[in-house]
């Protein structure tokens, strides 16, 4: 995977199964993926054997492949032929490599050989041991984990400081004047192409480096580990930019596409990962025990965190350690359908969660009592909203209906008629006087005291998200603006009390999906139908940075005091984003709760039940008191 691609596809050989976003390759096929959406675009040839790894050329033309046989063989794209076939030498590859001008190819084991990619030719060998190589840009060196070598003699040039551990990822930059070696201690050396001098080294990674790969300008490098990272680096600077990902388990294989916009990972349990380049990963994540609907909730001050699973098991996290605190069993008829709202009640240790079925109950937090059973829609819901006060409780369904409830009660106070399609987000202002709902090219807005219709907007794009900011971003004693987010990609800002348009943000998203406000009106969150969050800042109506992480559709929340941003989708995974570093205490913290996650999942996986983990973790001698504990209580939330 190491050939840097074009941003719009990605090419995939099968080993016995592999995930490509939703999809399981069978064995032996080489196939074509849409590299920004994960979509299947065709299969590029049917091999024989299962295939053992492959790479792409620079230009995208042809894919080299060796199979479980060792045998190698060089594939069109374009036609899925076979341009010409190696056997097998008794040597297992271990890695391979084009040229960028696509005149040669090399394949490692113990040796690299140099092949002429028109037919296969033998043109050099370099001895190469254990490790990984790479070709510069211009095809003339290559670079081992201990010198450089001219790839048309095999001569050795240069012969570089590299002591200690051995180097299992190798890769020259693009203008030739830098190697870097990922070695298996965790650390990436850089030395100076020229001499050979090492130059400085890289600490992050906590554990062997399995791929790295240097930007189109050289300026930056990225690297995979089997510590589960993709991280991105500043190579002049010497320091680590970002985490750009974590998979479930080792990551092996690396793709940078020419403009650093899209990085592909491959991991042993997730398959092929697609990360945008310049996106800010999440801090943390949290796994469901099934596919999470797409909605979160911040609980008690922002301290926890709670979603709803495919199998309507709710799900209570602690939002600063990821340690699953409760789980509580929802509405069962809600297996297996889209209805897993949840929302905090603004000042009560209370949530809201609407049932597929148009139900709708409002529970503790702690115990998961149901404390108030409202009346129903007809229809499943699609929103839910507290008024700011929390005595009422908004709801809007697909039979295109919006119920007001008492909360103490749980008594209708009336209904309204929404627009003549079904409704997606409803919302009140920050001062209880109105509440607005939108679908397609009308949003509405009701006195929120008696529901008599106050305002009509027309957009002339549709609008799936609407809401009300705390105060104006330019004003602080001016009223809340309503905020409406277009499947054009706009979101449109009005003045409720006139109707008047007030301004449009436009950003890279195409269709806006949610909006948040943060307390102090001054930020925005959109959620984008590219599975993306933008961060906007409205005092110069500018995006700040965008959250990518989710494979599928997600919704989000965030923390009372703004630091930090809940997103819950339905590959499984709530993500929490944080405004400040956390310490090294709380990270060593996270990676035990992590753990005992693996460990306890381990024996779910293997069809015990409650109490027969329990046990097995009991019976565990090679835990250590600590992490023993931490496995206990996380499999005693698990909910039967």
């Not at 894919?63 to 097998?88: A, C, N």
């Not at 991105?232 to 479930?248: P, Y």
């Not at 607005?436 to 027309?458: C, M, N, P, V, Y």
Request: aromatic fraction near 8%; glycine fraction near 8%; proline fraction near 4%.
């Amino acid at each position: 995977m190491k050939a840097v691609q074009d941003a719009a596809a990605g090419v995939t050989a099968s080993l016995p199964s592999t995930p490509v976003g939703d999809e399981v390759l069978p064995a032996g096929v080489v196939a074509e993926w849409d590299a920004t959406t994960g979509k299947f675009l065709r299969t590029i040839a049917e091999l024989d054997q299962p295939l053992w790894m492959g790479a792409l050329s620079h230009d995208g033309t042809r894919y080299v492949v060796t199979d479980k046989t060792y045998r190698l063989m060089m594939l069109s794209v374009e036609t899925g032929k076979i341009l010409w076939t190696l056997d097998p030498d008794g040597n297992r590859y271990n890695a391979m490599r084009f040229s960028a001008d696509g005149k040669k190819v090399a394949t490692g084991s113990n040796v690299v050989k140099i092949l002429n990619c028109g037919d296969g030719e033998l043109l050099s060998t370099i001895p190469l041991g254990t490790g990984d190589y790479d070709f510069s840009r211009d095809g003339k060196i290559v670079a081992t984990q201990s010198a450089i070598y001219d790839a048309t003699s095999g001569a050795p040039l240069v012969e570089l400081e590299n002591t200690g551990a051995i180097s299992f990822a190798v890769a020259i930059s693009p203008d030739a004047k830098l190697v870097a070696t990922g070695r298996a201690d965790g650390e990436i050396w850089l030395f100076a192409a020229d001499s050979g001098q090492k130059l400085m080294q890289l600490e992050g990674h906590t554990a062997m480096l399995a791929e790295i790969a240097f930007s189109s300008d050289s300026s930056q490098l990225f690297s995979t580990s089997v510590d589960t990272t993709v991280r991105l680096w500043d190579v002049a600077a010497g320091k680590q930019l970002r985490v750009l990902g974590d998979h479930d388990d080792q990551v092996y294989h690396l793709a940078v596409n020419a403009d650093a916009s899209l990085v592909a990972s491959f991991g042993i349990s997730n398959g092929v990962l697609v990360w945008a380049g310049d996106a800010t990963p999440p801090n943390l994540t949290m796994y469901g025990s099934a596919g999470l609907y797409p909605t979160v909730a911040f609980l008690d001050s922002g301290r926890e965190v709670v979603a709803k699973d495919a199998k309507s098991i709710i799900h209570v996290w602690n939002a600063r350690t990821g340690q699953e605190l409760r789980e509580f069993v929802g509405h069962t008829d809600d297996a297996g359908h889209m209805g897993g709202l949840v929302v905090a009640h603004p000042n009560r240790p209370w949530f809201a969660t609407g049932g597929a079925m148009g139900e709708i109950d409002i529970m503790h937090t702690q115990t998961g009592e149901v404390v108030r059973t409202i009346g129903k829609h007809s229809k499943r819901l699609n929103d839910m909203a507290f008024s700011p006060h929390g005595d009422r409780l908004a709801t809007a369904g697909l039979d295109s209906k919006i119920a007001v409830w008492n909360v103490e009660t749980g008594e209708s106070i009336y209904e309204l008629d929404g627009p003549r399609s079904n409704l997606n987000q409803v919302d009140y202002s920050p001062d209880e006087k109105w509440i607005a709902a939108s679908l397609d090219r009308t949003t509405k807005i009701w006195h929120a005291e008696d529901g008599q219709l106050f305002r009509t907007i027309e957009t002339e794009p549709m609008v799936d998200s609407i809401a009300f900011s705390p105060i104006s971003p330019a004003d602080d004693k001016s009223p809340s603006q309503l905020a409406c987010g277009c499947r054009n990609g706009e979101i449109l800002f009005f003045d409720p009390a006139s109707g008047a348009q007030l301004r449009t943000l436009k950003g890279r998203a195409s269709w806006i999906m949610g909006l948040r406000f943060s307390r102090d009106g001054k930020r925005l969150w959109s959620m984008g139908v590219d599975q993306s969050l933008t961060v906007w800042n409205l005092e110069t109506d500018t995006e700040l940075l965008a959250l990518r992480g989710h494979r599928q559709y997600f919704g989000f929340d965030a923390s009372p005091d703004g630091r930090t941003i809940a997103t819950a989708s339905a590959d499984g995974t709530v993500k929490l984003w944080e405004t400040e570093a956390p310490s090294l205490e709380l990270l060593a913290e996270r990676r035990r709760v992590d753990r005992a996650r693996r460990i306890v999942n381990r024996h779910y996986s293997n069809g015990l039940a409650r109490q027969q983990v329990v046990d097995a973790i009991l019976a565990e001698h090679s835990l250590d008191e600590a992490t023993r504990e931490l496995c206990l209580r996380t499999a005693r939330v698990r909910a039967d």
